[in-house]
């Protein structure tokens, strides 16, 4: 059976960070982290600059979290937003993401 395209790359999955003694809430799109995604993050990396390339990538991957304004309403997850954030909690969630979107080595299955 055919699938579409745009069906690999709108599904999401929800993981759980933990951070600093609590646990942050985390939607993405694992139909999004590619090998390209994979080859900029590690550019970026070589780069010196892993935590601006981390906060780009993320918020082309990431749905939304439970990250929330001081009113109580969430942020928005955009570039511009993590690259405010700390770069220990952005590796988090991209340690997190990662872990969630590989298969599992014994099944082979995700």
Known sequence: ????LADLTSKTRTVNVPYDGESIA????PGRL???????????NEDNRPASGVAAELALIMASWD???DKGKPEPVTAE???QMPTRLLLAIVGAIGTDARPNALSAES
């Open 1 to 4: 059976m055919p699938i579409r």
């Open 34 to 44: 590619t090998p390209a995604t994979e080859s900029r993050l590690n550019k970026a």
């Open 26 to 29: 985390v939607t993405y799109y």
């Open 67 to 69: 990250v929330l304004d």
């Open 81 to 83: 937003l993590l690259a």
